[in-house]
């Protein structure tokens, strides 16, 4: 497969132009099963889209960073999460996570299905999501096993990361590291044409301990 070489910014700007809602509004199912067990604290959230994420962490009292690339996402987050009257709980930032990255450190980092058609340095990004996470803290990161049937062409011949080597590509030091949860999930979905199929989610789940 011929690696993406279009500008991330601009093709996420041409997802995002339109005037339909793309995703459902929901928050990720294994995001809400990790953080329903957590005491709220600061959260960063990479790669937001239209925000619902960022939204329900902030209905269950979280104090958010949502990051995108897109410009039109952040707007439509923005407009959601004012729509549900959580804005001030909500701080999206705009960045290309290959070449800039939120500052401090966060209680929660969620990487739900980073994946990208652009040019994205994802394991770059994730060594850094790795490096935010507070003492303490949990690192999710929620990756397609394999791509939906309704998905094009191009994300078919996409080889997807297993779970190990997702691990091993982030060189974390194991004594600093609590593996909580490493393993592919299967759950039932539904395509954007009505069409059912099960799905598997690859899912990370770690907690810093020093």
Same mark, same amino acid.
């Given at each position: 497969? &011929?690696?993406?070489?279009?500008?991330?910014?601009?093709?996420?700007?041409?997802?995002?132009?339109?005037?339909?809602?793309?995703?459902?509004?929901?928050?990720?199912?294994?995001?809400?099963?990790?953080?329903?067990?957590?005491?709220? $604290?600061?959260?960063?959230?990479?790669?937001?889209?239209?925000?619902?994420?960022?939204?329900?962490?902030?209905?269950?009292?979280?104090?958010?960073?949502?990051?995108?690339?897109?410009?039109?996402?952040?707007?439509?987050?923005?407009?959601?999460?004012?729509?549900?009257?959580?804005?001030?709980?909500?701080?999206?930032?705009?960045?290309?996570?290959?070449?800039?990255?939120?500052? $401090?450190?966060? @209680?929660?980092?969620?990487?739900?299905?980073?994946?990208?058609?652009?040019?994205?340095?994802?394991?770059?990004?994730?060594?850094?999501?790795?490096?935010?996470?507070?003492?303490?803290?949990?690192?999710?990161?929620?990756?397609?096993?394999?791509?939906?049937?309704?998905?094009?062409?191009?994300?078919? @011949?996409?080889?997807?990361?297993?779970?190990?080597?997702?691990?091993?590509?982030?060189?974390? @030091?194991?004594?600093?590291?609590?593996?909580?949860?490493?393993?592919?999930?299967?759950?039932?979905?539904? $395509?954007?044409?009505?069409?059912?199929? &099960?799905?598997?989610?690859?899912?990370?789940?770690?907690?810093?301990?020093?």
């Amino acid at each position: 497969m &011929t690696e993406p070489v279009q500008d991330a910014r601009e093709f996420w700007e041409q997802f995002y132009g339109g005037d339909e809602r793309i995703w459902s509004g929901q928050v990720n199912l294994r995001l809400a099963e990790v953080a329903a067990d957590l005491a709220p $604290g600061r959260a960063l959230d990479l790669g937001c889209g239209e925000g619902a994420d960022a939204i329900w962490l902030a209905e269950d009292g979280w104090q958010v960073v949502a990051v995108d690339v897109s410009a039109n996402a952040l707007d439509r987050a923005r407009a959601a999460a004012q729509k549900r009257d959580v804005l001030s709980r909500i701080t999206f930032e705009r960045h290309d996570l290959s070449t800039s990255f939120p500052d $401090g450190r966060f @209680d929660l980092v969620s990487a739900q299905f980073l994946h990208s058609p652009a040019r994205l340095d994802r394991e770059t990004v994730l060594r850094r999501a790795a490096d935010a996470v507070a003492v303490g803290g949990r690192l999710l990161i929620v990756d397609h096993g394999a791509a939906p049937p309704w998905a094009g062409e191009q994300a078919h @011949d996409h080889r997807f990361a297993t779970v190990e080597e997702v691990l091993s590509d982030l060189h974390l @030091d194991e004594g600093r590291w609590e593996r909580l949860r490493a393993e592919p999930v299967d759950r039932d979905a539904l $395509g954007p044409d009505g069409q059912t199929a &099960t799905l598997t989610d690859n899912v990370i789940l770690l907690r810093r301990t020093g």
